[in-house]
């Protein structure tokens, strides 16, 4: 029996969802610059422009271990202002059968408490055996590069 678990994280926004969603969307190579001591590199190696079916490569640091690995592009929705991603060349197809990540950004306006816009990162993955702990490690990557983007953003 195939068991697809997933674990989230949402991070508040103090910038515009537009920017941080076009950040995402348009120029995610520009990750290297932001981060550069998590990135090395990010190419788009398949596809046109960052949009569904195209494949990117990302060399990355994730905790003690240098990583190469591919991520195809799979759904793309703007109006929605979401992007999923699937693992498919690299080193979480040793852990996971599936891996895939789902960044949104939720424009919930302004109240007279606080502002309601965030990002959300949804990580869903099958595990390749049991001895495989969950992805938190994405998902803590992924929370810090939306923390950094907005922070960028709310600066500028």
């Known amino acids: 029996m195939v068991q697809t678990d997933s674990i989230w994280v949402k991070v508040d926004l103090k910038s515009s969802p537009e920017k941080v969603y076009g950040f995402f969307r348009n120029h995610l190579g520009d990750l290297v610059g932001l981060f550069p001591e998590t990135y090395q590199s990010i190419q788009l190696v398949e596809g046109q422009r960052l949009s569904s079916g195209s494949v990117v490569q990302f060399k990355f640091q994730l905790g003690d271990e240098l990583r190469a690995e591919k991520w195809a592009i799979r759904v793309v929705d703007d109006a929605k202002k979401y992007i999923i991603y699937e693992a498919v060349e690299g080193d979480p197809l040793k852990e996971f059968k599936v891996l895939r990540a789902k960044f949104e950004v ?33 998902l803590e990557l992924f929370a810090k590069i939306s923390k950094g983007v907005d922070a960028y953003f709310s600066r500028n």
């Open 106 to 138: 939720v424009n919930g306006g302004l109240s007279k408490v606080r502002r309601g816009n965030f990002t959300k990162w949804t990580v869903e993955f099958e595990k390749a055996n049991q001895n495989v702990a969950s992805p938190q490690n994405y």
